[in-house]
């Protein structure tokens, strides 16, 4: 079945420092793929998205590419800052089946020091 | 608009009690959905009404029921609370053909 990986956190990182986080996925067809944030004590917020191969998803200095020959949407951001300490999540929308049921990755924690 | 909003914020329940969790949108979104979330596990989907009068199982059904009211609301119920059913509760919705989910703010549930 479809599935999503995401490298384990916790990532720490000083301020301004370069930010990846990588995510694989394993679907049939082409998804949609995303990534979410959570802040701490709140719900998933929409992210980025890209729906189909080759798309850049982007918003906050935050990017990603969907590559479809390497099954990957990995999380990128020139510079973080303190504010970027949350717990991240890369998910799919599958185009088979039923795209309601969104898969989800186990979340990776960044935290952002001064 | 509130979004989607989600009653209680926390709740501790003794093993057997049963509990409603209420979820509401204001968005008229078609799609609702629950979740739980546990540690080193992501989140997982419980059950969702892909539109108004219909519900399905998700990857972890098994002591829940679910009910869409209308439009706007989808409830979980708890018949008979476990220890194992501990976790924060996550109600979501999306608008049709995008599948992007908009996420309340939890329900964090303990069972002793």
């Known amino acids: 079945g479809d599935s999503v990986t995401q490298m384990e956190g916790p990532v720490t990182l000083s301020e301004e420092a370069f930010l990846t986080i990588n995510c694989t996925y394993t679907?049939?067809?082409?998804?949609?793929l995303f990534w979410y944030v959570q802040y701490p004590g709140e719900g998933l917020q929409l992210l980025l998205k890209?729906?189909?191969?080759?798309d850049k998803g982007s918003n906050k200095g935050f990017e990603a590419t969907y590559r479809k020959e390497t099954t990957s949407f990995h999380l990128e951001k020139g510079s973080v800052q303190v504010s970027d300490s949350a717990v991240y999540f890369c998910a799919l929308s599958a185009s088979l089946g039923d795209p309601y049921k969104y898969i989800f990755g186990t979340g990776t924690r960044l935290k952002v020091l001064a | 608009n509130a979004g989607v909003t989600q009653t209680p914020k926390f709740q501790v329940l003794k093993t057997g009690q049963s509990m409603t969790l209420q979820c509401a949108q204001d968005?008229?979104?078609?799609?609702m959905y629950w979740y739980r979330q546990d540690p080193g596990m992501g989140l997982r989907l419980i059950y969702y009404s892909a539109s108004e009068g219909t519900t399905d199982k998700g990857e972890v059904p098994n002591g829940y029921n679910v009910s869409r009211l209308n439009k706007r609301e989808f409830s979980l119920r708890l018949e008979s609370a476990a220890p194992s059913q501990t976790s924060v509760y996550f109600c979501a919705s999306s608008p049709p053909t995008t599948y992007e989910q908009y996420f309340g703010p939890g329900t964090r549930l303990t069972v002793t």
């Open positions: 968005m008229n979104h078609n799609s």
């Open positions: 679907a049939t067809g082409y998804p949609s």
């Open positions: 890209a729906t189909k191969a080759d």
